[in-house]
């Protein structure tokens, strides 16, 4: 039957403006947008003149990073106002290849939210990294008809890009759409990198570099994660012009941050808080996203488009109070139910004994968090100060464990490990002693995967059996046990943001300093260093 | 070997800004855009800080109506910078069905402008219009797959879209990208029009209408035609939000005036002298038309996509002085030579004789001409003064002609006809007197397609022998033999206009009143009507 919705106060990312008006839906989609009253029928919603916005797409998320399955991340994206989820299955990807993304694209299906996928273009990350499988370009290939993928995923290898490795130019011809990962990248490397064809970058920091990588014709996708938060700093590049060519995306954000701070909604809020017009950000989280990814069937309240839309609240901020996904408000969708089962190697490390974890003397590298960044630092031990041991153990193949330095973690006492570590998610681990620390491993292993906190002598493990990455819980219990862990984390000293920090110290494709089981590893030189200068 | 353009003052349509810069070419596509001064090679070009644009591009037009073939419109497009041209071959089509979309598609091959197709949806544009052909939904289909083809032709059967019809529906289904045709639609009825994904419109005439289509998620196409003249009035629709949805176009045109006036850098000049900023009307002329049909290899000066660009004269006006279409500058570009052979069905009309032409007394029906647009107005013969008899033969199955009355046209002796006739081509004649009239029609018919101007009992002709729509000659040659022809015509009184004016009098898809061979026919109602109130 149609439904009507009449005195919507409508935002239209097409003119940029607000107008009163009144829209119908039929079968999940608009069909009628008029003036108000227009609208005759039997099903009338009157939304006294309360402020309509397309449903916001997150055009960039790897939904691994939640803790949550494909359908239960969708479940929480409608709380958020997401209706459309562009997903990068590259976490679970490095764990068990096609299997993985398989389960990803199978368990998706359920969702009550909509959910593109890019194929991961860089598994494992690097030729040097060891993850538990390989993406083939000749896997990547076997996605092309795939109903719900859309492109190819982030592509990291900017060097085999720059050299034309035929691997990864076999990757490249496979799909139109391909998302970019260049951070830092400038000059006549980056117009190199983009000449082949790739589309779109999230790693930028700065205005300088959202302005250059948006002059030279990319879409900048503003991210909002929980490592890095980089929303503010680029709220400034966008106008009326450039906001054709920008998008919000969340990237990496754990399960408690898309329920405590939110998700694209969020990502609205923290630019609007920044300077940027509402409208603005409404268009990058809707219309642009869309346009962005060839998702010619939304983005817009406009006839023939999905009828996925959000009822703000009252009050200057941006808060939404209800939800619409293809015409049915969300709070009265059925739960999707459980999650599919998702099949991964076991956990088999070799755990390394205490005085396997002594470190040489002299002038060492350490490795410095950047806050709000993945970035890191490359630092010296004869100037740096208070920094903790961190190590890297291999999952798959029982070969071995690097040490390293870490400034930035604000442990006083503990240690904390986690099965999450980007991008071939071993267990990496850091704290105080080298007791704790080989105990949290342990954890880990044990559990066959999870988030440990060791502190006094008490040992709490959120378990990650999906791969090392994910629970099957559904979220709201997902969070419940979170906060469990939080609190335990916060009698380390160290902060919220400790595993996060921790899970992208071992992403070798991010500059400047990493540690992977193999040690210390030059992100600019890509290549392995030794601990001592 | 690499080419470098060294500064230039380059326009970029992503942030809408102009900057001094210097790029590099390789295989006909840019790589490199750095600073002034910063590439260095062997193949330098220093532009001095002329202004460098990227190549224009044609969102729509009917090669046809230039009476040019393919080959030769891609030679004259280069010549008003145009490097890109949206084709849809709707007038051969009518003429010999699919056999003339493939002549279209083969002899484009050789053109040196990029020559996309839409595959025509509305042959014969009517059911009730009996053309040379008919092209179904599995001859549409049958080009799904053909590399230069890019969408469904613009969807002119509105009731067909509207009502449901099983044909129209299964032609909409063939392609993502469809244009539309929606004269006037507005409110309802073109929400249920744009429902079917129908993308853009090139038809609006008042901002009133552009703002509709744009706000309902259109792309609007600002049109200047040689009958239909609207970028001035559609001007100001375009803003820095909106730009992104416009595009120019040009659609029917003749090579004279394209010779004379201009192309897309006409739009452009009109856009100008209208208000819009040079700005503006750039990104249409660029980056949106691109992004508007997926085209994302072209639309700007970037690395990776094609080097395809103008470099102006300097002085206020917008006028190219130099063109490159992949990277080579296209004055030293070799002629395309000679056009491949169109076979279509011969010319069998029954000519009237001189009292079939009589008219009834009474009040009758007159089409009335409207200055600078294709639709016409419904006069009465008792208010109207200085009308025309106008006389459309079938030209396919000798079944006959309709006699109508026009007012407008600004005949003082003899009369023309021509072959032009859209959409079916039959001949069209309008003139002072009955033997003049039928005069012209025995030129037209017994050359085998034509335009002929009768005065002072003298025909004058310029053959069309491609369809009664085209000449296999070189551009030049043509607009030669049209000054003759309109040198003819100017001694009859008529306007340059007139045979552009004639030829959209028998398209039964605009408004209000057309003449077919049967008779006066109702675009408003869709049925013929008798010429007597």
New interface residues.
């Given amino acids: 039957m149609t439904q009507i919705f009449d005195n919507a106060l409508l935002f239209?990312p097409?003119?940029?403006?607000w107008?009163l008006a009144a829209f119908s839906v039929d079968d999940g989609?608009?069909?009628?947008?008029?003036k108000p009253g227009a609208l005759k029928g039997e099903n009338v919603t009157d939304l006294s003149g309360a402020r309509v916005v397309p449903g916001l797409i997150d055009a960039h998320v790897h939904i691994e990073s939640s803790l949550l399955t494909p359908r239960e991340f969708g479940r929480l994206s409608l709380k958020n106002g997401v209706t459309t989820v562009i997903a990068d299955p590259h976490e679970i990807a490095n764990v068990s290849g096609c299997a993985g993304i398989d389960f990803m694209l199978e368990d998706a299906k359920s969702s009550p939210a909509d959910i593109f996928f890019m194929i991961p273009s860089c598994v494992p990350a690097t030729p040097l990294d060891k993850g538990g499988a390989v993406v083939s370009s000749k896997d990547v290939a076997s996605y092309k008809n795939t109903p719900s993928v859309i492109g190819l995923g982030e592509m990291m290898n900017v060097p085999g890009v720059l050299s034309g490795d035929p691997e990864v130019m076999a990757k490249l011809a496979v799909f139109?759409h391909i998302d970019g990962h260049a951070p830092g990248l400038s000059?006549?490397a980056?117009?190199?990198?983009?000449?082949?064809?790739i589309?779109t970058d999230h790693e930028c920091i700065s205005a300088a570099e959202g302005?250059e990588k948006?002059?030279?014709?990319m879409y900048v996708l503003l991210r909002e994660g929980d490592a890095a938060k980089n929303v503010a700093a680029l709220s400034k590049i966008v106008?009326?012009?450039?906001?054709?060519?920008c998008c919000f995306c969340t990237d990496d954000r754990h399960v408690d941050s898309r329920v405590r701070e939110g998700s694209i909604d969020h990502c609205i809020r923290v630019a609007v808080r920044s300077g940027m017009s509402l409208e603005h950000a409404l268009r990058l989280a809707t219309l642009s996203a869309a346009?962005c990814f060839?998702l010619?069937?939304r983005g817009?309240i406009?006839?023939?488009?999905v009828a996925d839309f959000c009822i703000l609240q009252d009050g200057a901020e941006f808060f939404v109070s209800a939800v619409y996904k293809n015409g049915v408000r969300t709070s009265s969708l059925p739960n999707p139910g459980s999650s599919l089962d998702c099949i991964c190697p076991p956990f088999s490390c070799r755990i390394p004994a205490k005085e396997e974890l002594a470190l040489p003397n002299g002038r060492l590298r350490v490795i410095g968090l950047v806050p709000g960044e993945i970035i890191t630092e490359s630092l010296d031990s004869e100037t740096a100060r208070d920094f903790h041991k961190v190590v890297s153990v291999d999952r798959y193949r029982s070969e071995g464990f690097g040490v390293g330095l870490v400034k930035g973690f604000t442990f006083v006492k503990g240690a904390i490990a986690s099965s999450v570590s980007h991008d071939a998610h071993n267990i990496i681990a850091a704290g105080v002693t080298d007791e704790e620390i080989i105990q949290a491993i342990h954890a880990v292993n044990d559990s066959g995967g999870g988030m440990a906190v060791v502190c006094d002598g008490v040992t709490t493990v959120l378990f990650l059996p999906y791969g090392g990455l994910m629970t099957p819980l559904f979220y709201e219990e997902v969070v419940t046990r979170m906060d469990d862990l939080f609190v335990r984390l916060m009698l380390t000293g160290a902060s919220p943001a400790a595993f996060m920090n921790l899970s992208f110290l071992s992403l070798t494709v991010i500059p400047h300093l990493r540690i992977t089981p193999r040690g210390l590893f030059d992100g600019d030189a890509f290549k392995d260093v030794p601990i001592s200068f």
């Fill in positions: 239209n097409a003119v940029g403006e107008r989609r608009v069909t009628i947008v008029g139109d000059g006549e980056l117009c190199r990198y983009i000449s082949r064809h589309k302005n948006l002059s030279l014709g106008n009326d012009r450039t906001a054709v060519r346009d060839g010619t069937d817009m406009a006839p023939g488009r």
